[in-house]
């Protein structure tokens, strides 16, 4: 690293770059929208686990929660949001710039 580079780490945001929260952003990415049980079932994350990241997620302004009912049956819907598509897209770049500079040093 020279003078006036960015340290590696310095663009990582900590609430998108955790694990369980970077894979919630991609799937709802992905999909517009998912259901809690679809979340949980898809990322292998308990209700106490899923329930946290989503509320982090949330109070970052990065999802939106929704609840409802499907039928009779009470459902959970997480929507990502601009802000969160945009959080994804900066966090992806950081990765992508990370991982050059790894190639690069070969």
Request: net charge positive; aromatic share 6%.
């Amino acid at each position: 690293m020279t003078v006036g580079d960015t340290p590696p780490l310095a663009e990582f945001d900590d609430v998108v770059h955790q694990p369980n929260r970077l894979a919630i952003l991609v799937v709802l990415d992905e999909a517009g929208r998912a259901d809690f049980s679809y979340l949980k079932r898809s990322l292998s994350l308990t209700d106490g686990n899923l329930g946290r990241h989503l509320s982090v997620l949330e109070n970052a302004g990065l999802i939106e929660i929704h609840k409802g009912y499907e039928g009779r049956r009470a459902r959970t819907w997480a929507v990502i949001t601009r802000s969160g598509r945009r959080a994804l897209r900066r966090e992806l770049h950081a990765m992508r710039a990370l991982l050059r500079r790894f190639d690069a040093s070969d």
